[in-house]
């Protein structure tokens, strides 16, 4: 059974930077899509990046193209969220999940996903 557990959520002024871990225990990373997804208050859950299982390449959403970086660490079993130039609508809680997946598509919603960590908190104000 995978687990996934974020970390690295805080309070961060605008334009500023954070980095957030995903932890996966129960497998390796290999054959897994992995997605960040954010809700933030009162709004639905949307995925805005996702790296694929095959070709390890990253897809992410306007919103955050160009300041948010997807990366997956095979030696430490992590993806990482390197969130730069943050701003007050970044303002969410960070959901990591994955889908054991054979192909290079990238997935964002969330329907596809059977994995989910608890999430972390990031707020963006001055």
């Known amino acids: 059974q995978l687990q996934l557990v974020e970390s690295g959520g805080d309070l961060v002024q605008p334009g500023g930077s954070l980095k957030l871990s995903c932890k996966v225990s129960?497998?390796?990373?290999?054959?897994?899509?992995f997605a960040w997804f954010r809700q933030a208050p009162g709004k639905e859950r949307e995925g805005i990046a996702c790296?694929?299982?095959?070709?390890?390449?990253?897809h992410y959403v306007d919103a955050v193209k160009g300041r948010f970086t997807i990366s997956r660490d095979n030696t430490k079993n992590t993806v990482d969220l390197q969130m730069t130039s943050l701003k007050a609508e970044d303002t969410a809680v960070y959901y990591c999940?994955?889908?054991?997946?054979?192909?290079?598509?990238?997935?964002?919603?969330?329907?596809?996903?059977?994995?989910w960590g608890q999430g972390t908190q990031v707020t963006v104000s001055s």
């Open positions: 999940a994955a889908v054991i997946s054979l192909s290079g598509q990238p997935l964002l919603e969330s329907h596809w996903y059977d994995y």
């Open positions: 129960g497998s390796t990373l290999t054959h897994y899509t």
């Open positions: 790296n694929t299982a095959v070709g390890d390449s990253a």
